[in-house]
T-cell receptor
């Protein structure tokens, strides 16, 4: 089955860029997603990219997809303390809309 | 986007009891999904709930333990039956908006269950 891996932890300084990485094994995902989970909260959909795209930009967020290497990344420009959270990548969507989630990356933003 | 409301937001339950979690969406959706997030873990899909048909369960999850109802296009319930401490998790419902296959999958705030 699908396996989605992320690094566990990333620490950056406020104002710097953050890059959160994700690798996956199943190339049949129709969409690839990034979700944000703040402490004690549910999941917030940040952005998603269709599997035939290479890049998507949405304000401070840039998603890069390398299908050959099965690698997905989320870049957050000008990272703020409010960006501190756990970030999950997920693959799936399409006909079944089933999502397979990565292990989550804890982003800590230092003031 | 969609406004997804879950009840209860959190609860403390006794071993052996059952609890029903409700998920209400502010628009009609075809597919609703129930996920579990165990402490410190990622999310795992429990089942897919379509209106008018039996829920489809993922490997490792069974209807007797997690019965699901989907009486209409805006509402679903998940029951966690005969709970044990291992069932302590956040349970989240998810829906697709914007039409089937558009990729817009949103989550509720989750229901945090602690089983003593």
């Amino acid at each position: 089955g699908e396996d989605v891996e992320q690094s566990l932890f990333l620490s950056v300084r406020e104002g710097d860029s953050s890059v959160i990485n994700c690798t996956y094994t199943d190339s049949s995902s129709t969409y690839l997603y990034w979700y944000k989970q703040e402490p004690g909260a549910g999941l917030q959909l940040l952005t998603y990219i269709f599997s035939n795209m290479d890049m998507k930009q949405d304000q401070r967020l840039t998603v890069l997809l390398n299908k050959k290497d099965k690698h997905l990344s989320l870049r957050i420009a000008d990272t703020q303390t409010g960006d501190s959270a756990i970030y999950f990548c997920a693959g799936g969507g399409g006909a079944t809309n089933k999502l397979i989630f990565g292990t989550g990356t804890l982003l800590a933003v230092q003031p | 986007s969609a406004v997804i409301s879950q009840k209860p937001s959190r609860d403390i339950c006794q071993r052996g009891t059952s609890l029903t979690i409700q998920c209400q969406v502010d628009s009609q959706v075809t597919m609703m999904f129930w996920y579990r997030q165990q402490p410190g873990q990622s999310l795992t899909l429990i089942a897919t709930a379509n209106q008018g048909s039996e829920a489809t369960y993922e490997s490792g999850f069974v209807i007797d333990k997690f019965p699901i109802s989907r009486p209409n296009l805006t509402f679903s319930t998940l029951t966690v039956s005969n709970m044990s401490p291992e069932d302590s998790s956040i349970y989240l419902c998810s829906v697709e908006t914007g039409g089937r296959g558009t990729g817009e999958l949103f989550f509720g705030e989750g229901s945090r269950l602690t089983v003593l």
